[in-house]
């Protein structure tokens, strides 16, 4: 959302909404809140693996590791 959206009335009032409706349901049911709130992180964890994505692997070295044997295999 950049700050154009957010000066829309539609935008403030849905958001406006949002937020209403997440306090009723949080102080009506506060108690299965938190009885959900265990699973709920334990549901997070296969979530995190799924979507963190796996690009993220190239900076630890491993290719600057791979060019020195390859290049000390190319000497040899």
Request: aromatic share 6%; charged share 15%.
């Amino acid at each position: 959302m950049t700050t154009s959206d957010l000066r829309r009335p539609g935008i403030i009032a849905a958001v406006s909404l949002a937020i209403v409706i997440a306090f009723y349901i949080l102080r009506e049911h506060w108690s299965h809140a938190l009885g959900a709130l265990p699973y709920l992180l334990l549901l997070a964890c296969p979530l995190l693996h799924l979507f963190h994505g796996h690009g993220g692997h190239g900076g630890h070295g491993h290719q600057a590791r791979h060019r020195e044997t390859e290049r000390e295999r190319i000497s040899s």
